[in-house]
């Protein structure tokens, strides 16, 4: 519990956070560049942005699983969880959707990807 209290960069998960919407933003960015300049076309966007909350989640979890080196799979993890309620809150109070089960399934690939990457940064910090 003291590890997630550091406060600053050096708490892994606002490390994570940081890394997480970073990586939301500049490759939502890209992808919207790409729909804009190119033939790509908008069929082909749920595969894409899969692809990018995958990425975005498995370098959190790398991220706070390196800075924590420890409980790797702890902190990838809860970098899931955090990120799956700011896209429900923000898909409740912006679109007003009602709870299905999607939410939850997305959940629990979010929790796993995020673990994985914690998983893989706590082996690379040692």
């Given at each position: 519990m003291k590890d997630i209290l550091r406060t600053g960069w050096h708490s892994p998960m606002v490390a994570g956070?940081?890394?997480l919407?970073?990586?939301i933003v500049g490759l939502s960015?890209?992808?919207?560049?790409?729909?804009?300049?190119?033939?790509?076309e908008t069929s082909s966007l749920p595969?894409?942005?899969?692809?990018?909350?995958?990425?975005?989640?498995?370098s959190a979890g790398f991220v706070s699983g390196k800075r924590s080196r420890k409980k790797g799979w702890y902190y990838g993890g809860l970098?899931?969880?955090i990120y799956t309620l700011f896209i429900w809150l923000i898909a409740f109070l912006a679109f007003d959707?009602?709870?299905?089960?999607?939410?939850?399934?997305?959940?629990?690939?979010?929790?796993?990807?995020?673990?994985l990457g914690g998983i893989f940064g706590v082996n690379t910090s040692r």
């Open positions: 956070q940081m890394i919407w970073a990586f960015l890209i992808t919207a560049l790409f729909l804009r300049f190119t033939s790509l595969p894409i942005t899969f692809c990018i909350n995958a990425i975005a989640l498995l970098q899931g969880i959707t009602s709870m299905r089960v999607d939410p939850l399934v997305f959940g629990i690939f979010a929790f796993g990807i995020g673990a």
